[in-house]
Every structure is written in C-alpha cells, then in structure tokens.
C-alpha cells in the first residue's frame, strides 16, 4: 500500500472528497511523519484497537489491519480538538491551508506545509511510497500462486536432452515421460498475464487479482478465479484511473501499480 493508497482509504473513511488538495495534504502529513509504525503512516496514539501494541515510547500505536488504523485516527480528528482540521478537508481547501491549519493544531506534526512543497514538485516520488507494513494487506496471493513449483519451472534432464543411446535399441524399454512433465501449468501470479483468454477457468492467481481489485481499490466484482468480462472491466477501469494502457490485461505493466507497489 503506497502513501497515495491509504490517503485515499483514509478519504473514504472520514467522507472526504478524494480531490487533488486533499490527496495532497494526507500524502504530506504521512511524509511529515515518516513513521514506520504499523498501520498507522500519521503517527496517532489513539487506544482501543484490537490487537493494537505500542510502537514507541511516546504511545503512538500499531495496528494489526489497514481497517484498525483508519479507525484510530477517525477516533482521534473526531474527538473534538481537530474541529479546523475536519472543516478544511470537509471543504477541499486550497493544500496550504488545510496544511496550516494541521501544523497549529494539537496532533503535533509542525511541518506538513514545508513538505507539501516538495510533494507537489515530486508527486510521483512521494504517492508511490509505501506505508507499513510493505506487503498489501488481504491481498497477498498464496505461497503456491507467488512461487512456481521446481517442476514447473526447471525441465527435468531427460524431457531436456536425449539419452545418448541408440533409439531403436532401447525403444521397447523406455517408459513414456511422465504425465507432469508435459502437462501444462497453470500461470502464476508471477510468471503470466491474465486476460479473458482465462476465462472459465478457475486460477489462484486471478483469484488474487481480483482480491486486490475488491480489497485494495474498492471494486464490487467476485473474487471466484474466472477472469470472465467483469473482472476484465475492472482491470480496464483501473488501468485508466493509473494512466496506463486500457487493454484489460494483468502483466508485468498493471501488475505492480495493482499491488501497490
């Protein structure tokens, strides 16, 4: 999840437009912060989580689940001393005012108006940084759907090079390749693209696919492993938002950006 993503989730969370000034801001204060604490890039110290620990020793958290840390820091600007900081993204104020108005109050980052300056010079350096944890939470695919089995990866020598014997004498003896060898593989995570050319078939790795589309980006599809024309729109819809090409296709292109990453 990058620094972009969560200030987005945390948007939907709090009823914020999701506005280029408002993305601005959150992608400032989380750099401001520069924390590594769980869950939890803006740094709050609000209780009552479960599963939460301290990160620190001042008292500012970690969160086992993206959803628990976007709930501690909803506790935390509606609990009454953040009423300025509310009213300004409510409104989608110009950047540098909602900014201002989250350096005087009592959360206690000073600088997020400094560096939004530099966020607005380097968009693309600094929304695709990641928050902690790295991996994208509810959606990292199996271990057996990131990692090709030996077998599917590595021919076994004899399917690779041919005994060096004389082929009529020894015909009769040699037993036909086993079955594993030459049956196909289904594409992993890593190793294919994914389109509607799967479709009908059911795939662990499109089943992460569009785990990622639902737990990630907010789409309403079924995560059943067919990549059939709705999850195909998604992935079209997405690629658009990403300013990539829109051929509806997961590959080495999509698939990053998809992941967060």
């Known amino acids: 999840m990058t620094f972009e993503t969560y200030a987005r989730a945390l948007c939907t969370k709090m009823g914020w437009s999701q506005s280029l000034n408002n993305i601005d801001v959150i992608v400032a204060w989380e750099a401001a912060e520069g924390s590594q604490a769980q869950f939890n890039p803006l740094d709050t110290e609000e209780g009552g989580q479960p599963g939460e620990s301290d990160y620190n020793s001042v008292g500012v958290k970690n969160y086992p689940t993206l959803d628990e840390g976007l709930q501690a820091v909803y506790d935390t600007l509606t609990n009454g001393l953040y009423a300025n900081v509310l009213n300004c993204f409510a409104r989608s104020e110009v950047a540098q005012t909602t900014t201002a108005a989250i350096d005087q109050c009592p959360w206690g980052t000073r600088n997020v108006t400094e560096v939004l300056t530099l966020v607005q010079a380097q968009r693309t350096d600094y929304y695709t940084r990641p928050i902690y944890p790295l991996e994208v939470p509810s959606s990292t695919p199996p271990p057996e759907a990131?990692?090709?089995?030996?077998?599917?990866?590595?021919?076994?020598?004899?399917?690779?090079?041919?005994?060096?014997?004389?082929?009529?004498?020894?015909?009769?003896?040699?037993?036909?390749?086993?079955?594993?060898?030459?049956?196909?593989?289904?594409?992993?995570?890593?190793?294919?693209?994914?389109?509607?050319?799967?479709?009908?078939?059911?795939?662990?790795?499109?089943?992460?696919?569009?785990?990622?589309?639902?737990?990630?980006?907010?789409?309403?599809?079924?995560?059943?492993?067919?990549?059939?024309?709705?999850?195909?729109?998604?992935?079209?819809?997405?690629?658009?938002?990403?300013?990539?090409?829109v051929d509806g296709i997961v590959g080495p292109v999509t698939r990053p950006l998809l992941l967060g990453l």
Do not use: H, M
Not at 204 to 231: E, R
């Open 146 to 245: 990131t990692t090709p089995p030996p077998e599917a990866t590595t021919p076994p020598p004899e399917a690779t090079t041919p005994p060096a014997v004389d082929p009529v004498a020894v015909a009769p003896a040699v037993d036909p390749a086993p079955a594993a060898a030459t049956e196909p593989v289904a594409p992993t995570w890593n190793d294919a693209v994914f389109s509607v050319a799967n479709e009908g078939v059911v795939l662990p790795a499109v089943k992460a696919i569009q785990a990622c589309l639902v737990d990630v980006w907010g789409y309403t599809i079924a995560i059943d492993g067919s990549y059939g024309p709705i999850t195909e729109g998604a992935v079209k819809s997405f690629q658009r938002s990403r300013q990539i090409p």
